[in-house]
């Protein structure tokens, strides 16, 4: 069964807005780092918000899934845009585990030498 994104979305919101008041500084820390990234303007909202779902996915983040797509598409972002940035993540998830392959052939011969 598919997930509901908006009721996941909304209570997450309201459960970093508890954290907010036990941890104010951590908060406002976060919310600073997106905001200087932001402030550059080299990248337009919609393309920032496309990387940030690549990301979301590449890291496994339901929560950022739920934000950022909804900020995509109030930025303009198509199904078919969100879909090419989800496909740059899929072949840099793949790409990171073909890297990675060299370090376990690396490990194996360090065990077999």
Known sequence: M???WNTQREALLGRVGEY????PD???GLGMMDAAGAKTGK???KIRELIAL????TTRCDGCIAVHTKN???????????????GVAIALNAG?????TARVLDAHDA???
């Open 72 to 86: 995509a598409v109030a930025r303009g972002a198509t199904r078919e845009e969100i879909a090419e940035a989800l």
């Open 111 to 113: 065990l077999t030498k």
């Open 26 to 28: 951590t908060v406002r």
């Open 20 to 23: 907010a008041k036990l941890s």
């Open 54 to 57: 690549a990301v979301a996915v």
């Open 43 to 45: 990248l337009e909202p």
């Open 2 to 4: 598919m997930q509901d």
């Open 96 to 100: 990171a585990a073909m890297t990675y």
